[in-house]
């Protein structure tokens, strides 16, 4: 790689966000009131995550403690999450899937699914278009490779029911309700689950310099998503970028950790992930997604 000089003092942005954000987010620390460091937790352990394999191939060479303990964390996971690991496959490349013929979409879920099975030791559950971008061919492909769930914005979901029973509900414009897992039926007759992160928190933490500025408002911000107005088991799934943590906020994997273990402390939510969550609550209600869309248009 080119060294690129809008990364100085880095080589190249790879590095200096490796530096920044990866690798905190393997050893953040936890504050006690007098500013001393109280633990040193790995985020990747607590959360969903995922990598592109064009990145953990470069990190697998020029980050490797960063890299194993990416690995680890997800091993680790899988004991704590009733068989469930917490990473997430990708496409191979970062391909706009709905713009690819069925050949290439096939190929960069087949080649996504291979080196994950390659670097994790296991199969993924689920998988992450890049940019959310979503069309119902991606997603058949997707069931058929095996993959049991993906992950989109509220705004790409256009009708609601229950599955198999009564009307369809108008949800467009970000209406659906995000805190369950939907099935989806695909035009092979198969189906795949989409969970659709919560949009006004996932802005709130990308974009919102107050919610990582300290642990407590993030944990705060996370909990406000709940409502003991509805009755089913509820799932919040929020879906910044990772390098939110540490890059685009400084110190940004540190209110993360604090707020992880501020939740679990308190005991009022469970953390999870979207294979544990689907194993004990499977979907009861039908999406019907909007095509050719993406999380941002």
Not at 5 to 14: I, K, L, M, T
Not at 159 to 185: E, L, M, N
Not at 214 to 239: M, N, T, Y
Request: charged share 25%; glycine share 8%; aromatic share 10%.
């Amino acid at each position: 790689m080119e060294i690129q000089d809008s990364a100085y003092p880095y080589h190249d942005w790879n590095e200096r966000i490796s530096a920044e954000c990866y690798g905190p987010n393997a050893v953040s620390r936890i504050l006690d009131n007098e500013g001393r460091i109280a633990s040193i937790v790995s985020n990747y352990e607590k959360i969903s995550f995922n990598f592109g394999p064009t990145l953990l191939s470069w990190m697998e060479a020029r980050a490797p403690e960063t890299y194993q303990a990416i690995l680890e964390a997800d091993k680790r996971s899988v004991g704590q999450r009733s068989g469930h690991g917490n990473a997430i496959a990708q496409c191979y490349n970062h391909m706009i899937m709905p713009l690819a013929d069925s050949r290439d979409k096939r190929t960069q879920i087949i080649w996504g699914i291979k080196d994950f099975e390659h670097r994790f030791g296991r199969f993924p559950e689920g998988m992450w278009l890049p940019e959310a971008a979503v069309d119902l061919e991606t997603l058949d492909i997707l069931a058929e490779a095996g993959i049991k769930y993906t992950i989109l914005g509220p705004n790409q979901a256009s009708k609601v029911r229950r599955i198999g029973i009564g009307r369809w509900g108008d949800v467009g414009g970000g209406q659906i309700d995000p805190t369950r897992a939907y099935s989806c039926r695909l035009p092979s007759n198969r189906r795949i689950s989409i969970f659709f992160y919560d949009g006004q928190i996932s802005h709130a933490v990308s974009f919102e310099d107050n919610v990582l500025s300290k642990g407590e408002a993030f944990a705060a911000r996370l909990l406000a998503g709940f409502s003991d107005l509805r009755p089913w088991p509820q799932i919040l799934s929020v879906a910044p970028d990772g390098e939110t943590y540490g890059h685009h906020h400084k110190f940004g994997d540190m209110a993360l950790a604090f707020a992880l273990n501020n939740i679990e402390t308190d005991g009022l939510v469970k953390l999870t992930n979207y294979g544990e969550y689907l194993e004990k609550f499977p979907p009861t209600h039908e999406v019907e997604i909007l095509e050719n869309t993406s999380w941002s248009c």
